[in-house]
């Protein structure tokens, strides 16, 4: 097995949960990389030899992105739609049947490459590991080859039949496909279930018989929730333990607690609300109150056509007030954890060797250079893929 000795890192992100500061930051850093695995982190002057070197000339190396919530799998795009949103139009949940219409109609070779694309672009970006939704499909058949398409790229699929009623359907006739025939279809290619828990889409009556479906056959629950406004949907998240619950825009002191209390991680997407001119999640508030919080793209053709963590970063940092350490970890190992994941988000002895090298001396430049491509290199699996 060939190591590397990554070398000269102003500053090495390892989130060693050991670590004193959040980010277990260790300055003028080496990182060794074995085979595909993270084998040693420390100072660059206790560093042991390698079969090969690579100076990074001064620059940051950080876990790459972990994406936790996004939809790749679509035809189409929505651009008239923004363009009328920025003009003064509000956004409602029923824009995603004009994806719907584009994706049936799209074959399989086009929505593979479509997803390639997009995935490219986030490597382009710092994101190593992305979640993939279907739920643009919304019947049997679209849902389940739209996870089939998300396969090929990403362990990490979610069924999401459940993301709006379409058109001319009758709401319980609707549910019971997805808990039925649809869910049969798709459980082969999907890990995940979701729900859009929101006025105009599902209600918490509805998420819970989805989500229950999806357990009895083996896929884990997560949910859309409190997007567009106050609704149950995080509290349910919360009362059934889920990993994690997307969106939480609308919260009340209650959902807080819940969500304190429960452990289950807040998702927050401020690519949304920068693409929706919504108001954006009280992280501040969250992170105070001892939640767990982490940040992913939502990228979609609808709310949020950006599929760059970087930007993602730079948002929460200004516009939801988290500090730059915080909001690069909620990117990166809290990203990990709302995919139940400890191989990833992480550069310590043991795990996946997905990281990227910036073009800046520390995570800081992520937010105080908005809109700058600082990523450099990308590595995956300790190959290196940008
Ligand atoms: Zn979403």
């Not at 560093?47 to 000339?57: M, N, T």
Request: hydrophobic share 45%.
């Amino acid at each position: 097995m060939t190591s590397t000795l990554i070398t000269n890192i102003a500053e090495l992100v390892t989130n060693d949960p050991e670590a004193d500061d959040l980010l277990g930051a260790i300055p003028d850093a080496a990182l060794v990389v074995e085979g595909s695995r993270v084998a040693w982190v420390g100072r660059a002057v206790d560093a042991p030899d390698a079969d090969e070197r690579l100076d990074v000339g001064g620059r940051a190396v950080l876990p790459g992105f972990v994406d936790s919530h996004s939809h790749l799998v679509f035809a189409g795009d929505r651009a008239q739609e923004f363009a009328a949103r920025m003009a003064g139009e509000s956004y409602a949940a029923g824009g995603i049947r004009t994806t719907v219409a584009a994706t049936r109609a799209a074959t399989d070779e086009q929505l593979t490459a479509h997803v390639a694309r997009l995935v490219q672009e986030m490597r382009r970006q710092g994101t190593t590991t992305v979640e993939i939704k279907s739920g643009y499909g919304l019947t049997t058949r679209d849902e389940a080859r739209s996870l089939a398409v998300a396969r090929q790229f990403t362990e990490e699929t979610t069924f999401l039949g459940a993301h709006v009623v379409p058109a001319d359907t009758d709401p319980a006739a609707y549910v019971a496909l997805v808990t039925g025939p649809m869910l049969e279809a798709a459980a082969p290619h999907a890990k995940w279930i979701d729900v859009f828990c929101e006025r105009g889409a599902f209600d918490d009556d509805q998420a819970r018989v989805i989500l229950a479906a999806g357990r009895a056959h083996g896929l884990l629950p997560r949910l859309h929730a409190n997007q567009l406004g106050p609704g149950p949907g995080v509290r349910l998240a919360a009362e059934l333990g889920l990993t994690a619950v997307d969106h939480c825009t609308y919260l009340d002191d209650a959902d807080v607690a819940a969500l304190r209390d429960s452990g289950t991680i807040a998702t927050l997407l401020p690519g949304v609300e920068f693409s929706t001119r919504q108001p954006y999640p009280d992280a501040r508030a969250l992170l105070d109150a001892g939640v767990r919080v982490a940040i992913a793209s939502d990228c979609n053709p609808g709310s949020s056509f950006s599929s760059s963590l970087p930007l993602c970063v730079a948002l929460a940092v200004r516009e939801m007030r988290m500090t730059p350490a915080e909001a690069v970890h909620a990117a990166t190992a809290m990203g990990a954890r709302a995919l139940g994941r400890d191989d990833i988000g992480a550069l310590t002895p043991g795990k996946r060797a997905d990281l990227m090298v910036l073009d800046a001396p520390s995570h800081v430049h992520l937010a105080y250079r908005p809109g700058v491509p600082l990523v450099r290199s990308v590595w995956l699996g300790g190959r290196a893929a940008v």
